[in-house]
């Protein structure tokens, strides 16, 4: 029995990415209890609410950005495309349209986004840095003329006190089950997309392209398609936090998301995912996106001034990394050749 | 022998400025390996990007069991039996060897991938090869020659039926060609019709049924393997008779130049003692990892020593960094052309003047650009570099061009001790003999010569003393005229105690 579940157990550890994975979340608890012990305050129950719904929007951005990484591109329009779905959702609803159009809306526009980073990067052969740089300018642009480059008013004030606060709690201040729905929601796309990455045709393909896009090819993996797919989660996922920005401040703000494909690169590297392609778990953005909140959040705590955090957070970044390519030889290490 | 089950006539197919098929005739029979001959260059590749869709030819018909194929897609081609296992693998090395076998036409369950079916058929295509690996290694972290087999199985996996193999023993050992053509065999008497190209002549006797030689582009002709001779075939290739496949020039042997005493450095490399002498060529025979290239890598400064001491013309150098290795005079042409001896993406000229920046640059490290030219005139000049111009990548240039530029690097500077790392792999008949006539030219400078080879005929005909190692071991010593390949072979197998806590698998380690 103990053999059994001792290679179980060996089987879970050979998944490739685990030990990242797993050193993330090791290094979660010593930051979460190291920060407690400074101010006990930060293991009060309102405090690790506030923190899951604040990580809420780091996982997401977090694993918009690692299904990019994976296939060894990246997606520079993240945070671009959350201050779009933010503006886009917001002014149409400050301008009485129902909710749900806003939001389907807003999740067009960010589909629109997706799909011409797959083909820019994917058909056109475009590198990712340059396809998404591009579309990250178009994107923030949009976001400023769709309210005639002015902030939103609040939502409130088109379509009702009721359905603002409504559409508010929704994404942002309501709870259930005693936890604020925004946690909820960034787990249910958590699951979703952790499924279609480990269990699915699509998932093997983004692991393969970004592993050795040649052999993918003549495997015969549709590359045009599998690129597009991974730019439309992301695309999704950036949609999201846009909604979810937007319900937190009752309104569009025409920066929201600034620099989010940053803060999705960090997340996502912390927790293990190569940014050269092939390798990472979800598993281990989700430590990724806790690990930087609970450094925020503690920081804050403790009364740690703005500036430090940043040094803070950068030393944590390059840490991670260097600790992979010193320590297991990993997989952070450039390819070689070729 | 079978029935014809590919059939190609008159193909021609051209590349902007160049006509790399001109109206090419080839059969391939079911249960036959035939082997596909020619230098770089000559075609052979591109007739099987042909075959195999990737390509599609501009002129000519191509069938396949019987059936007329006017464009061939690659997806066509795979459904048709076609099945190719490249020179360089194409595997995802991140993925396990089941994910790489059913890549692209995965198999699913209800809602997710049913993965355990997967791995079963994976384990029996294995089984069936007699292949000792796990489905759920990831491939990145097996051997190459594992990785070979690997590419077999998937596409035994897509049911191929014609099956390419374009230089498949180029990176194995011995031991894992000799498993390779026990696969071969086995596939041929299934009755699958094996395409083979390899520039290792020798091994051809061992499998191979009928050959197929093609020169600059064109059909030149079909033989029964046993009708002809090695020799003739070689003229086929080249197009001319070589007179002496390895040539070798009688020099003095002069005084000691370069002195290796109680090199130690990691596993592959232990108590490493030998000398080279002004006129000879020092050769290093081996099995693939043998610990030949560590050994140099260790010489030249890449790897770091444990302990060990260096003399050039008996003074000892320090050596930590390969920069040290050359200031002292010692050289490395690495095995890896593509990857260690060059940038592929840089001009000739600039991988000429790479290493010489010291010479060509003035004081305020201005590159002079009537210094480089010089220098790149005089490389291309000496060894004879086919090229239009040093503007090109070098990445474009042939196998046997690329090898020159390595060694034209070094040749500016005042090199006393040249190691050549494998310097002939991959490279065509042709073009190894002007290597070997390179290193004789060094050799008749005065020049200690260090030519690292796992290929026996071209140590023991170019070298002219040979050190033999084993498991990161010298094993012995021998004079090449004096030695026979069997001697060689029972020194470079000669391992240690396997009961001294090693695994059999180390021995198998890659290099």
Known sequence: MSNEKQSSLRKIMAIRGMGAAITAFIGLIVIYVAFGLINPAVFSGQNIMNLLRSMSKYLLIGIAQSYILITGNIDLSIGSMVGMSAMVAATLMSRGVNPVIAIVVALACCLVCGVVNGFLVGKFKLPPFIATLGTMFITRGVAYMVNSNRNTDAIATGIGKEAGDSFQNIFYYGTTFGVYNTFWIALIFFIIFFFLLSKTRTGRHIYAIGSNIDAAKLSGVNVVATTTKAYLVSAVCSCVVGLILCAQAGMGNMEAGNMYEMYGVAAGVIGGVSPLGGTGLLLGTFAGAAVWQTLENGLNMIGAQVGIQRVVIGVIVVAAVLLDVVVRGGQFKKKKGN | ?511
């Open chain 2, 1 to 511: 022998m079978g029935e014809i089950i590919v059939s190609m006539k008159n193909i021609c197919k051209s590349f902007p400025g160049v006509k790399a098929l001109d109206g090419v005739d080839f059969e391939l029979r079911s249960g036959e390996v035939l082997a596909l001959l020619g230098e770089n260059g000559a075609g052979k590749s591109t007739l099987m990007k042909v075959l195999s869709g990737v390509y599609t030819r501009d002129e000519g018909s191509l069938e396949i069991f019987g059936k007329e194929y006017g464009d061939l897609t690659p997806k066509q081609a795979q459904e048709a039996g076609v099945a190719i296992i490249h020179q360089e693998l194409n595997m995802c090395k991140h993925l396990t060897v089941t994910e790489n076998m059913f890549l692209g036409r995965e198999k699913r369950g209800k809602v997710a991938l049913d993965n355990s079916s997967m791995e079963k058929e994976a384990k029996e295509i294995l089984d069936d090869l007699k292949i000792d690996i796990s489905p759920n290694q990831i491939v990145g972290e097996l051997p190459v020659s594992k990785q070979q087999m690997v590419e077999i199985a998937k596409a035994l996996s897509i049911h191929a039926k014609i099956l390419i193999m374009d230089e498949p023993t180029s990176s194995l050992t011995a031991r894992e060609i000799e498993d390779l053509f026990r696969i071969i065999r086995k596939l041929k008497s299934e009755g699958k019709g094996i395409v083979y190209i390899s520039h290792r002549l020798e091994e051809l006797q061992h499998i191979v049924d009928r050959v197929t030689i093609m020169r600059d582009g064109q059909y030149i002709t079909t033989m029964n393997f046993k009708d002809t001779t090695m020799d003739q075939i070689i003229a086929h290739m080249v197009g001319r008779e070589i007179k002496e496949k390895f040539p070798r020039v009688e020099c003095e042997k002069g005084k000691k130049i370069f002195e290796v005493r109680n090199l130690n450095a990691g596993r592959m490399v232990r108590d490493i003692n030998f000398s080279a002498y002004e006129g000879e060529i020092v050769g290093f025979a081996g099995l693939m990892g043998a610990g030949r290239t560590e050994t140099t890598r260790a010489i030249f400064g890449v790897d770091p020593k444990e302990s060990g001491e260096i003399y050039v013309d008996g003074r000892e150098v320090k050596i930590t960094c390969p920069m040290d290795a050359i200031k002292s005079g010692v050289v490395l042409a690495p095995e890896d052309r593509k990857k260690d001896g060059l940038c592929t993406k840089l001009s000739i000229r600039h991988n000429l003047a790479l290493p010489n920046l010291d010479i060509v640059c003035n004081k305020l490290g201005v590159v002079s650009s009537k210094t480089e030219e010089k220098l790149c005139e005089k490389a291309v000049e000496d060894l004879k570099i086919k090229t239009p111009n040093v503007e090109i990548d070098s990445g474009n240039l042939s196998g046997g061009n690329q090898q020159k530029v390595v060694v034209g690097k070094w040749l500016a500077r005042d090199s006393r001790v040249v190691i050549f790392d494998e310097p002939t792999r991959g490279i065509d008949v042709g073009a190894k003999v002007e290597i070997y006539h390179l290193m004789n030219d060094l050799k008749k400078q005065g020049i200690a010569v260090v030519f690292v080879s796992s290929e026996m005929p071209e140590v023991m005909g170019i070298a002219d003393r040979i050190i033999v190692m084993c498991d990161g071991r010298i094993t012995g010593e021998v004079m090449a005229r004096e030695t026979t390949q069997n001697e060689i072979l029972t020194l470079a197998t000669t391992f240690e105690d396997k009961k001294i806590g090693k695994s059999e698998g180390g021995n198998e380690e890659h290099e």
